[in-house]
């Protein structure tokens, strides 16, 4: 008796779905009959996003989540994306007092410009989240803040059906009261928070903490945890329908400056503060008193040591990681158990290990780190789990050096680190800012040029999904030089072999080109370091960088898709004209959109500079590259 593949059970047909490689396959499969039409509906989406993207934890809309996932990976992939400065706008944004928010004369100043009286621009500090709204993908919430010297700004994205209603109804009445992008139909709310009292520089933010949802005690309004390089360090409260703030909990400091702060992922959440020079201070994010001392302080630095701490992050809700430097160890990881914080650190981190191989080469250099062996981390950067590759939350991290690598480091291994991640082109640019998207890749913003790096995690639970399955055999290369496949491995073609197992990581100059650099940049601004990064979530197709001055968003999405995203289903209507429709859906502000330049890393004598082209200007056919890019030579 012959079964047929409509007639195995749920069990068999969920085997054959992990090893299913496209949605697009998926999708056929599901068009063959009913019954495996309502598998694939209740079952086999879930089973292929949580098997071709094992370390995202993603909403529980399946169908929209492969395609979401697929789209981001493709864009990822192919370094497809689109950036522009953002900015609170003029009629949005209200200070908390009630009144406009002002933010000085010209564009330049809209957009960040230097604090007065300071001879260089602020550093900005970012954090962001999302949360689900709806029964829907596109039905979200986000919320992104920063530091832009003294000044809190704080932006509130909401997206969905509801909200393209809400649209529509308001350009019938010419309700003006709320804001909304043209490009995306998102409402959107600034607000911005600048005290009289609070003196540029002195009190500058240098640690930002938004509370998540499950934290909030009001989820009518948001909690930002703020410290301060005089040492002010507080909860505020900031509620956008009222524009108001209001500081909820003084957490006492004693006049040390905020070097660094971390609050742990509980609904009854901990605040960690380096403070000083020294001191890890321990408190409750919430207490009964408004003015809290903190419940525990220990000495990171013993005193009359050389060195300082940049940085403390959970790795988890009872493990703390603390970066210093510079020290032969700097990395100290502690235990916070009830009692609280050990004195003694539970483990610390050298820069050994450098006998491993670095991702895209086999050579190793250690110029920074001196001869004693000292060195400094200033980010540290916990990695999630993954279904796949299991382990518990708080094992694996990476950390930032300054001799400008990225170390993975696992606390189940004896290693100092598991693998060493380095640019050979800008081989000793400082590490100030990680930003890991699952198990998949990770982004690293270099001390010097503007550089955002992006690297290929490569490791288990990690990358399983590929665009170019979908792509036809070809022996075409997107490298130089190309990277053709072994003859004892058996591949199908060149093309696919390179774009699975020689994947390249590439940087990105964050400044951009052609007339806006002008405009709106200045030489500064162009060497800025990258001082900080942020996503809402990993499935999120946002991120945010911060340079001096200024907060870069992109849009990981290519202009030519034509499924991106659901969350970029809503905006202007099509009018038959590819360019236009492109212009009026991404770019509807003239010069808005950034124009940056690109690189693989690859040996000094191979590597090739790419820059975008203009919105609508989209005639690149390299292989595996977006549309946009062309050769970056006569760019400059």
Not at 256 to 272: E, I, K, Q
Not at 376 to 385: K, R
Not at 453 to 466: A, E, S
Request: with cysteine; proline share 6%.
């Amino acid at each position: 008796m012959t079964t047929t593949l409509a007639e195995l059970p749920p069990e068999l047909l969920t085997q054959i779905v992990t090893h299913i490689q496209t949605a697009q396959t998926l999708l056929h499969l599901a068009l063959t009959c009913k019954r495996l039409h309502e598998y694939t509906e209740k079952d086999g989406f879930r089973v292929f996003v949580q098997t071709r993207f094992p370390s995202i934890q993603s909403p529980p809309f399946w169908k929209d989540a492969a395609h979401a996932l697929t789209t981001l990976s493709r864009a990822w992939d192919r370094k497809a994306f689109i950036a522009r400065y953002i900015e609170p706008q003029e009629m949005a944004a209200r200070n908390s007092n009630g009144s406009n928010a002002s933010f000085g004369q010209g564009r330049r100043q809209d957009h960040g410009g230097r604090p007065r009286g300071q001879t260089m621009g602020y550093q900005p500090v970012i954090d962001s989240y999302d949360e689900c709204t709806g029964n829907e993908w596109s039905s979200r919430r986000e919320v992104l803040a920063w530091g832009a010297g003294a000044g809190l700004v704080m932006r509130i994205k909401e997206m969905g059906d509801r909200v393209e209603e809400s649209y529509h109804k308001g350009r019938r009445t010419n309700d003006r009261v709320r804001q909304y992008d043209e490009q995306h139909h998102h409402k959107i709310d600034w607000m911005v928070r600048k005290e009289d009292h609070y003196s540029e520089g002195r009190d500058d933010i240098t640690s930002l903490n938004l509370l998540r949802p499950s934290q909030k005690q009001s989820s009518n309004s948001e909690h930002i945890i703020t410290g301060r390089a005089s040492g002010s360090l507080e909860c505020v409260n900031l509620s956008m329908e009222e524009h108001a703030a209001k500081t909820i909990t003084n957490y006492l400091t004693h006049g040390r400056a905020v070097r660094s702060a971390s609050v742990n992922n509980t609904r009854d959440p901990l605040l960690a503060a380096c403070l000083s020079d020294s001191d890890l201070a321990i408190y409750p994010v919430y207490s009964p008193a408004k003015d809290t001392e903190p419940h525990e302080e220990i000495s990171v630095i013993p005193s009359g040591k050389p060195g300082r701490t940049w940085s403390t992050r959970f790795l988890c809700h009872n493990r703390l990681a603390v970066g210093l430097g510079p020290s032969t160890e700097p990395i100290h990881i502690y235990d916070i158990s009830p009692d609280g914080v050990s004195n003694k650190p539970l483990r610390k981190y050298s820069a050994a290990g450098a006998d491993l191989k670095m991702s895209g080469d086999d050579r190793v250099d250690t110029t920074g780190t001196t001869a004693s062996g000292t060195s400094s981390v200033y980010p540290i950067a916990p990695i999630g789990p993954s279904s796949q590759a299991g382990g518990a939350e708080g094992e694996i991290f990476l950390s930032g050096w300054y001799d400008g690598a990225v170390r993975l480091h696992d606390l189940r291994s004896a290693s100092s680190c598991i693998a060493i991640y380095n640019d050979d082109i800008d081989t000793f640019s400082a590490i100030y800012s990680l930003l890991p998207l699952g198990r998949e890749r990770f982004l690293a913003g270099g001390a010097r040029h503007s550089i955002m790096k992006v690297f290929d995690l490569r490791m288990p639970g990690g990358k399983v999904y590929y665009a170019t399955d979908l792509d036809p055999c070809s022996s075409q290369t997107s490298r130089n030089p190309p990277t053709p496949a072994p003859p004892h491995v058996n591949a199908c073609c060149d093309y696919h072999y390179e774009t699975k197992h020689e994947r390249r990581d590439w940087n990105i100059f964050l400044n951009p080109r052609g007339p806006a650099f002008y405009r709106l940049g200045t030489r500064r601004s162009a060497e800025s370091p990258v001082y900080s990064l942020s996503a809402p979530s990993a499935y999120s197709p946002s991120i945010y960088a911060g340079v001096e001055n200024d907060i870069i968003q992109f849009d990981i999405v290519s202009m030519m898709d034509k499924h991106a995203d659901p969350v970029f289903k809503y905006g202007p209507k099509k009018t038959g004209s590819r360019d236009t429709d492109i212009r009026n859906k991404w770019a509807p502000l003239s010069n808005d959109v950034m124009r940056l330049a690109c690189y693989e890393q690859t040996t000094m004598g191979s590597m090739r500079l790419r820059v975008q082209s203009s919105v609508g200007d989209m005639e690149s056919h390299v292989p595996g590259w977006d549309e946009r890019w062309v050769d970056g030579r006569g760019h400059y």
